[in-house]
């Protein structure tokens, strides 16, 4: 099964690219800038990564994100990540930035994307992976800093395919960004959010409804509301389900509890992702490992999980029929 898995043409759509910082990494860049980090090792790094919910894996990524300055470290930082991607077999990936992360440190916001789209571009020239890229809105900071980071994207629309919401998703609900959202749209981009990970089902509606998004990151606690459920599976509205996130972060006890394969059964378009991949203990093949470790499954059902990310991707029509 691991050999299949590991040989499965995958499609990864719900991937923070600060959240694959290796503690490895971190330490070369923390030396090559000169940024003082409280760790002693990469292994006392890989030891703080205990976490009780979202806020405390927030606290300590936004922190380890500190020691990326240069266009360097974020090529760095993407590059790493589309080999791993090669190892396993992800052909298209689309990855979220926090642009606040960086620009609230006195970071340009042209040093962030140019770092990452010159890997993306070696990327497709050199290990042919495609991607797109999509700009997260962190939703603990204002409305106002919001439309500051739209402004900002603006000389690199045609780099940035959607932009996205993610951070604390308690006390901060869509409808705080339903204007950012508005114009975001109005300029031409797609929009997608984080909602019903910790949030409650009405979150989801309310993305849909206020965000007008193409998909839902995460999206788990839709099974609250049958009506939902229902709607979802009726629309194909794709979720961007992130099974060892939720596990570390205590969304679920284990993944025997996890609801992904419920949801797939029920008809919902769900994809399986790996969202921060260095805090959370996997990458994609490690991720569908360990929903079939923990479920009875079959390897149509395994593909299916590929085939609806095709389908949820923003790839060209015209291509997605080839991949499938
Ligand atoms: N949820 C919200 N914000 C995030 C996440 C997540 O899983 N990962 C990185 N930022
Ligand atoms: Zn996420």
Do not use: K
């Given at each position: 099964m691991k050999d299949f898995i590991q040989g499965l043409p995958k499609v990864e759509l719900h991937l923070h690219i600060e959240g694959t910082l290796e503690p490895e990494l971190m330490f070369e860049l923390a030396q090559r800038n000169k940024v003082n980090i409280p760790f002693s090792s990469p292994q006392a790094v890989r030891d703080a990564?205990?976490?009780?919910?979202l806020q405390s894996f927030l606290d300590i990524y936004y922190q380890g994100a500190n020691v990326l300055i240069t266009e360097q470290d974020f090529f760095d930082l993407t590059w790493a990540y589309l080999l791993r991607c090669r190892e396993d077999n992800v052909i298209h990936t689309e990855i979220f930035f926090d642009p606040q992360t960086h620009t609230e440190r006195g970071i340009a916001f042209e040093t962030v994307i140019n770092g990452i789209t010159r890997a993306l571009d070696q990327a497709q020239s050199q290990l042919d992976i495609s991607s797109q890229l999509i700009m997260c809105f962190l939703?603990?900071?204002?409305e106002e800093a919001a439309f500051e980071t739209l402004e900002q994207a603006m000389p690199f629309k045609d780099k940035i395919i959607a932009v996205g919401l993610d951070s604390s998703e308690l006390g901060h609900p869509p409808e705080k960004f339903a204007r950012v959202f508005q114009s975001a749209r109005e300029a031409g981009f797609l929009t997608v959010a984080h909602a019903g990970?910790?949030?409650?089902?009405q979150n989801i509606l309310d993305a849909i409804?206020?965000?007008?998004?193409?998909r839902i990151d995460h999206?788990?606690?839709?099974?609250?509301n049958t009506e939902l459920v229902r709607q979802l599976a009726e629309s194909q509205m794709p979720l961007t389900v992130c099974p060892l996130s939720n596990i570390k972060l205590k969304v679920f006890d284990n993944m025997e509890q996890h609801n992904i394969v419920d949801l797939l059964e029920t008809g919902l378009c769900v994809t399986i992702n790996s969202d921060d991949p260095a805090y959370f203990g996997g990458y994609m093949t490690d991720n569908f490992v360990a929903v079939v470790d923990a479920h009875p499954i079959s390897h149509q059902q395994i593909a299916q999980f590929s085939l609806n990310a095709i389908e949820a991707s923003f790839i060209e029509n015209t291509q997605k029929v080839t991949l499938s």
């Open positions: 990564y205990q976490f009780h919910n939703r603990h900071l204002d990970e910790e949030g409650p089902a409804y206020m965000l007008g998004i193409s999206g788990v606690r839709c099974v609250e």
